[in-house]
């Protein structure tokens, strides 16, 4: 069991480039968006341990403070579209955030989460991420 645990959390930042390459693919459009909003989630940015960045992919990291469920989502922020992945890690809710042609510096700054929607495929890397949350979530 413990090789299994310890496959998944190697190979999460390989699927989670992945994803957002395929993401990429699919051109979502940035607009512009009214920072008056109502928003769903409001967190600071802060430092991660920078994998993704020296692959090419900058995530905004945030520690969520409510339990969300696991997956990935399409997010509309204050910096414009992106992909969202949230997952639990040792009882705390984390969520990375990929901002489409976005490449700025936001550490301490807020991230505002405007709207979201659950990306529920279940084939290829999507899918393979939703069956390490389904797994993460009965361990």
């Known amino acids: 069991m413990d090789i299994i645990k310890k496959k998944f959390v190697n190979n999460f930042i390989f699927y989670l480039i992945l994803i957002l390459l395929i993401l990429l693919i699919i051109k979502i459009n940035k607009k512009k968006i009214d920072t008056d909003r109502p928003y769903i989630i ?4 802060f430092k991660g341990f920078n994998m993704a960045s020296k692959l ?3 995530t905004a990291n ?3 403070n409510k339990k969300y469920e696991c997956g990935m989502y399409s997010v509309e922020t204050n910096y414009g579209d992106g992909i ?3 997952y639990n890690h ?3 809710s984390l969520a990375e955030c990929h901002i489409l042609n976005f490449n700025k ?6 991230l505002y989460i405007y709207s ?4 529920n495929f279940n084939y290829g890397v999507v899918g393979i991420f939703n069956n390490f949350c389904k797994y993460q979530e009965t361990n």
């Open 42 to 45: 409001k967190e600071k940015v």
């Open 56 to 58: 090419g992919w900058k």
């Open 62 to 64: 945030i520690k969520l």
């Open 84 to 86: 969202l992945v949230m």
């Open 90 to 92: 040792n009882k705390i």
């Open 105 to 110: 510096n936001i550490y301490n700054k807020y």
């Open 116 to 119: 979201m929607e659950k990306i």
